[in-house]
């Protein structure tokens, strides 16, 4: 409790003891002779105390998730899809044009529904194959 019978924290109390502690050993520590011995005693006891403090608050902090890894494996292109993609993408090799989110969404659809292989790749692998494609064909 503190001076007007107010009931503090147990982490304030503690704080205030260890304060009044600190006080009270560089009060006798001041007695001694040696002014070096009384700098290193007290820096020693503000080093205790802001450690403490810190390691309290990280013990608070709540625990981050770890990110997952990935279970996809790296699956390898057979020519058969290489053959589907030049065929879905032909006005983007005739252009030279790198596809988009939708085209390849829409070359995923038309996949499905003409029974390809496509459609069991992520829109984004498709885009980085049809990239790959595009330098390997300069």
């Given amino acids: 409790m503190n001076n007007q019978g107010i009931q503090e924290p147990p982490n304030a109390q503690r704080n205030q003891e260890q304060q009044e502690a600190a006080s009270s050993s560089a009060a006798t520590s ?3 002779t040696s002014s070096a011995a009384t700098s290193s005693a007290s820096t020693f006891e503000i080093e205790e105390e802001e450690s403490w403090g ?3 608050y990280i013990e ?3 625990s981050k998730a770890k990110k ?3 279970n996809e494996t790296r699956k390898a292109w057979t020519s058969e899809e290489e053959q589907e ?3 879905l993408f032909q006005v983007n ?3 030279k044009k ?3 989110m939708k ?3 829409s070359a995923i659809s038309r996949s499905r529904k003409q029974h390809g292989f496509i459609h069991k790749r992520n829109w984004e692998t498709i885009k980085k194959k049809v990239m790959r494609m595009f330098k390997s064909s300069k």
Avoid: M, T, Y
């Fill in 103 to 105: 085209e390849c969404n």
């Fill in 60 to 62: 608070d902090e709540p």
């Fill in 93 to 95: 090799f005739s252009s």
């Fill in 85 to 87: 993609l030049l065929q």
């Fill in 54 to 56: 810190i390691e309290e």
């Fill in 98 to 100: 790198n596809p988009g």
């Fill in 30 to 32: 001041s007695a001694s």
């Fill in 68 to 70: 997952r890894k990935c």
